[in-house]
């Protein structure tokens, strides 16, 4: 719901109507997560198809007593987790603090006087004074005798400069390039442009290089490999089974059976494979 106080000659809302737009929901607070988390981190790493296998035939090994092949073949993965979560943890940190660093700064007419405040502070129909230089908060419309010049090529790649006066709408992601005025904010939070695009561009994205995808699929080949000869020797079992009734189920006999065929695949491949999540990327 709108609220219905105007600002009056361009002296800006006054505290009590800051607080009414902000108690129904009109500021431009968004919640602004700027990378994953450390537990989305720690999951995507650890919980894998790959590593979930591998996981699995240690705790068979341990089970066995082969505490030396438990640690060969799960070692190799516990490493490799490890490095890719430090990378990605140090990434997330020096994207984190490079968001703030870069983040603006809005200089809005509150009562009548200029107030510099962080852009989620802004509520619907504040009145923000925009100089050469600076960046637009929010989606607005030019109000008053200024004239300005504006760069949207973020927004819509048009390298030409918009000259912008009274009555033309200006976007939040644009800049100033010339010129002084003063506009009205309209859309606010994820109802603004550049939010509802910067929502799909910082979308966390894993991104593979060719060689890595092809180690990935290689390894995939070997494992059914395997869980095919692994079904083959079970059918064998237990057909033997049935046809020799004396002979004793020996359920330590086709543990050890089955973590020699699944070892056949080479525990570097794996190393290699893993090593591929370390390079996804995240776009701020």
């Given amino acids: 719901m709108m609220i219905a106080s105007q600002p009056v000659a361009h002296q800006g809302l006054s505290e009590q109507d800051v607080l009414e737009r902000r108690a129904s929901g009109q500021s431009n607070a968004i919640d602004r997560q700027l990378s994953r988390s450390y537990t989305q981190i720690l999951r995507e790493n650890v919980f894998t198809f790959i590593h979930n296998v591998m996981f699995l035939l240690g705790v068979a090994l341990i089970v066995l007593g082969r505490w030396s092949d438990a640690l060969v073949t799960v070692g190799v993965i516990l490493f490799n987790v490890v490095v890719s979560v430090v990378q990605e943890i140090r990434a997330k940190q020096m994207l984190d603090r490079l968001a703030l660093l870069n983040r603006p700064t809005a200089t809005v ?7 510099t405040m962080d852009p989620g502070e802004i509520v619907v129909d504040d009145l923000l004074i925009v100089h050469a230089g ?11 005798d200024g004239r300005i010049d504006v760069d949207e090529s973020l927004l819509t790649g048009e390298s030409e400069l918009i000259p912008k006066q009274a009555g033309d709408p200006v976007y939040s992601g644009s800049f100033c390039v010339n010129g002084k005025a003063l506009y009205q904010a309209q859309n606010v939070g994820q109802k603004s442009v550049a939010a509802s ?11 593979l290089t060719p060689l890595q995808q092809q180690i990935n699929m290689i390894i995939r080949i070997l494992l059914l490999v ?6 083959m020797f079970s059918i064998v079992t237990l ?6 009734a004396d002979e004793a189920f020996d359920l330590v006999q086709i543990v050890k059976v089955s973590v020699v065929i699944v070892g056949l695949v080479p525990s570097g491949v794996f190393a290699d494979g893993v090593s591929g999540y370390s390079h996804a990327v995240h776009v701020a």
């Fill in 109 to 115: 007419m509150r009562e009548g006087r200029e107030q």
């Fill in 134 to 144: 600076d960046q637009i908060a929010v989606d607005g419309e030019i109000v008053g």
């Fill in 197 to 207: 695009m910067s929502s799909g561009a910082r979308a966390f994205r894993r991104v």
């Fill in 226 to 231: 395997a869980l095919y000869f692994l079904l």
């Fill in 239 to 244: 057909a033997d089974l049935l046809t020799e």
